[in-house]
């Protein structure tokens, strides 16, 4: 029994092996498995966003897979709140928890808390949104210069959703959204260990590829139908349905033809490496992340047993 409650984060690129991975850990440790995913709790894409399939949710039980519907809004910071209450009430049972998945943000909402930024309503979020559609991308980012320059200095402007949601706060608020974004990291009452998963770029990609043909051959091109009539929502603001969105579109390749399948299916397979690189330089700033290749389990655990309080 050990005499600190502990948070294990299994985080790495997507593609790399987390569910495997924390499947055999909560196996080994008992625990539930809490997703730090922010697409796999969206209930109608399972596929696009390879959630756990029905029996790996029947071997070990898990929180936040599939609980939101497309429309409805959610961010870190709704996550961050869900998610300590959760694991408050799970340590009453558990000295170890599992956390999985790769979606920054949440992690660091978890781990460290996140900006107190307040929940945009859905009026202020669709003006916004249709503002943007008016006007563009660079207007919306000299509107963002003018209402908060600060923030404007700093924030991806290429990035329509941080662009967007900057502005929302902004007109939530009456201010700016520099001035609500968070000093100093939250203290949590628990041991945290981050596990990192790496293994060779090459070997990455070639899974990545694997995994999208996979998804094709399990029906993301009928998902993707399936759901169309969402795809102005957040949710699938995601690879795999923006590409497939625009072959849909009838798009034009840049030989002048349109988009085909396999030209969507390669830009998936692209997009989803890009995807996995930026992932990987987001966690490498943490200095706190032990790394390990997926298959080396037995060392995870001894590593994670180490750190145990």
Request: aromatic share 10%; glycine share 6%.
């Amino acid at each position: 029994m050990t005499s600190t409650k502990n948070l294990v984060i299994i985080l790495g690129p997507t593609g790399v092996g987390k569910t495997a991975t924390s499947l055999s850990l909560a196996g080994y440790f008992h625990s539930p498995i809490i997703s730090a995913d922010s697409r796999q709790m969206y209930a109608d894409i399972p596929i696009g966003t390879a959630a756990p399939t029905a029996q790996e949710l029947k071997a070990v039980k898990h929180y936040f897979i599939g609980n939101l519907k497309l429309d409805q809004y959610y961010s870190a910071a709704m996550y961050e709140t869900e998610a300590i209450a959760l694991v408050t009430e799970l340590f009453k049972e558990h000295d170890v928890l599992l956390v999985t998945g790769g979606s920054m943000m949440y992690i660091d909402a978890l781990c460290y808390g996140i900006d107190d930024i307040p929940t945009i309503t859905r009026e202020v979020r669709q003006a916004i949104m249709e503002q943007y559609r008016e006007l563009g991308l660079e207007a919306m980012s000299e509107i963002l210069r003018q209402k908060d320059p600060e923030y404007y200095r700093i924030v991806d402007r290429k990035n329509p959703k941080r662009v967007l949601h900057a502005l929302e706060v902004c007109s939530m608020t009456g201010g700016t959204y520099t001035s609500l974004r968070k000093r100093t990291d939250a203290k949590r009452p628990f041991n945290i260990i981050k596990i990192g998963l790496t293994i060779p770029r090459e070997e990455l990609y070639m899974r990545i590829g694997q995994r999208v043909d996979d998804m094709i051959a399990a029906g993301l091109v009928e998902e993707a139908r399936r759901v169309l009539p969402y795809r102005g929502c957040n949710s699938l603001n995601t690879v795999g349905y923006k590409e497939l969105f625009s072959w849909f579109d009838g798009e034009l390749m840049p030989d002048g033809q349109k988009w085909t399948l396999e030209f969507a299916i390669d830009k998936i397979k692209r997009s989803t490496r890009i995807y996995s690189r930026k992932q990987m330089t987001w966690f490498k700033r943490d200095r706190s992340i032990s790394w390990f290749a997926p298959s080396d389990t037995d060392a995870i655990i001894g590593h994670i047993q180490s750190r145990l309080n």
